[in-house]
């Protein structure tokens, strides 16, 4: 059975609205009651905190020093996103969690993950990114963090991300950056309202950031269909030693983000076809229903280490948005 480990601090609830908010402490304990319904709840330790120093490695030091100044009490970075006095030190040991999995990830298979708050993957390197309106209840970029970790070791690195929404703030990061591959399955035309087919990075970088936008309503025959078209042949020829997963849940089905209908099914068949790999996890969104049901049934579909196969029947918005992304990366990859 592969290696399993669980990275969580209850310094991670400290982060909190004054007032409701999604992006709130709650979120955790729908992870942790999943978790636990399914004997998941097991091997968690603490990560150590990282260092500003290593922080800007990933992001400008104006937005870090905006951060540390508003954490002293409450405020709004924008009309999304908030800051608290407990936001700091949250941010801080997020990312040394994010961090720690992707280097338990390389050097021993299995999958590790990070349970942290706040998110990360709409943060861009000075703040917002791409033109979004706003930072989407994000602070520091946990994964592209994580990135870097594994690049100054490994040189390539291979990120998936299946929030449901696009991870912009990731995506910036690494535009020029062709040793980041970047592939990203997300519902079309919401927040952050990025990640189109054809965006595909920049001179340098072409193809190696690939993105998968989603009709709205996408069921799991959908997003099972655009995964084995797509994501598994470029993991296939690429081949690498470490996945690091953007993981968000908040397209599953009853959660009140998106549109997308996504169930366990879909979680299940992400995990078990990732199963090949090692995998550091890092939770990105999801409120309700989606951590308590999505994250244990990726999860436990991984570490079953049994492939999963599914036939799909995907209606014809999504046939056609996966003809599409074939279409423009066919020149970069064999799919």
């Known amino acids: 059975m592969p290696a399993y480990e669980v990275l969580y601090s209850p310094i991670f609830r400290e982060h909190r609205p004054k007032e409701y908010h999604p992006e709130?402490?709650?979120?955790?304990?729908?992870?942790?009651?999943?978790?636990k319904e399914h004997n998941l709840w097991i091997n968690v330790r603490e990560p150590e905190d990282t260092t500003i120093t290593e922080l800007l490695k990933v992001h400008g030091r104006e937005h870090v020093e905006l951060i540390r100044k508003l954490s002293t009490g409450f405020d709004y970075l924008d009309p999304d996103t908030y800051v608290s006095p407990?936001?700091?030190?949250?941010?801080?040991?997020?990312?040394?969690?994010?961090?720690?999995?992707?280097?338990?990830?390389?050097?021993?298979?299995?999958?590790?993950?990070?349970?942290?708050?706040?998110?990360?993957h709409h943060a861009g390197k000075d703040g917002r990114a791409f033109n979004a309106p706003s930072l989407g209840f994000c602070i520091f970029n946990n994964a592209a963090f994580a990135a870097y970790t594994l690049k100054e070791l490994k040189g390539k690195v291979v990120i998936v991300d299946f929030d449901a929404h696009h991870g912009n703030g990731t995506q910036e990061i690494f535009w020029n950056d062709p040793n980041i591959i970047h592939i990203d399955i997300h519902e079309r035309d919401i927040y952050p309202w990025s990640g189109y087919e054809h965006d595909i990075g920049g001179r340098d970088a072409k193809g190696t950031k690939i993105n998968i936008p989603m009709p709205h309503y996408s069921t799991d025959d959908d997003y099972i269909f655009a995964w084995r078209e797509v994501v598994l042949p470029i993991l296939e020829e690429i081949k690498p030693e470490v996945v690091l997963v953007s993981a968000g849940f908040d397209g599953f089905r009853g959660e009140y983000l998106?549109?997308?209908?996504?169930?366990?099914?879909?979680?299940?068949?992400?995990?078990?076809?990732?199963?090949?790999?090692?995998?550091?996890?890092?939770?990105?969104?999801?409120?309700?229903?989606?951590?308590?049901?999505?994250?244990?049934?990726?999860?436990?579909?991984?570490?079953?280490?049994?492939?999963?196969?599914?036939?799909?029947?995907p209606g014809y918005e999504a046939i056609k948005t996966v003809e599409s992304v074939v279409e423009i990366q066919r020149e970069w990859w064999g799919i």
């Not at 709130?24 to 978790?35: F, V």
């Not at 407990?86 to 050097?107: C, D, I, N, Q, R």
């Not at 790999?277 to 999505?294: P, R």
Request: hydrophobic share 40%.
């Open 86 to 120: 407990g936001t700091w030190e949250a941010a801080l040991k997020a990312l040394g969690a994010s961090k720690e999995v992707a280097l338990s990830a390389m050097e021993k298979k299995g999958l590790y993950l990070a349970l942290v708050r706040p998110p990360g």
């Open 258 to 313: 998106t549109m997308l209908r996504l169930t366990e099914r879909f979680f299940r068949y992400a995990g078990s076809t990732l199963s090949r790999y090692s995998l550091a996890v890092i939770l990105e969104g999801g409120y309700n229903v989606g951590l308590k049901k999505g994250l244990p049934a990726f999860i436990e579909s991984y570490l079953n280490e049994k492939d999963v196969e599914e036939i799909a029947h």
């Open 24 to 35: 709130n402490p709650s979120r955790l304990e729908y992870a942790i009651e999943g978790l």
